[in-house]
């Protein structure tokens, strides 16, 4: 009796507490079992391009003893396209993308020279292409085309190429 009165004190019940534990218990894994698994977007990796160019004549016929190096990094993601530009030898009215090969002049796909601003040294920057010229930048479909007073069509070309 004396171990009864222990264990158990008079007035003190402990089914009460067990129970509502076990309550809690149940309705939580009740819950967690019932929660819908939502699967968000699938994570993206980041898919980025190195692109280079050797900007010469060649291309153009024009004679032009200028040179260029165009290096570009573009982000699939955000379709966006950042370029860095050291030319010698010429004072470039514009630098624009053009699809196509550097052979003929093709269509702009985009100015990477802002009207009337001066080039400086290298000069880098970053440009958002379209659906069409990542499509060409993407299968090599893409050149640079500098331009001068002296040959407005284009004094120096190159292909835009990715390194694969």
């Known amino acids: 009796m004396l171990m009864k009165t222990l264990i ?19 309705t939580l894994a009740l819950f967690s079992a019932c ?6 977007p699938a994570s993206k990796k980041e898919i980025e ?3 280079t160019s050797v900007v010469n004549a060649t291309n153009t016929k024009s004679g032009s003893a200028a040179t260029a190096i165009f290096s570009a990094t573009y982000l699939k993601s955000n379709k966006t396209l950042r370029y860095n530009l050291r030319f010698s ?12 090969t550097a052979t003929e002049l093709g269509t702009l796909v985009v100015n990477l020279k802002k009207e009337g601003a001066k080039y400086s040294l290298p000069s880098i920057g970053s440009v958002v292409l379209n659906d069409a010229g990542e ?18 069509a284009g004094e120096i070309r190159g292909q835009l190429l990715l390194k694969k």
Do not use: W
């Open 35 to 40: 929660k819908k698994k939502t699967q968000g």
């Open 135 to 152: 499509k060409a930048l993407l299968e090599d479909k893409v050149y640079l085309n500098l331009t001068s007073t002296k040959f407005p």
């Open 49 to 51: 391009y190195n692109i």
């Open 89 to 100: 030898d010429i004072d470039p009215e514009s630098a624009n993308l053009h699809l196509g």
């Open 8 to 26: 158990y004190p008079k007035g003190i019940s402990f089914r009460k507490p067990i129970l509502m534990l076990s309550a809690i218990c149940c």
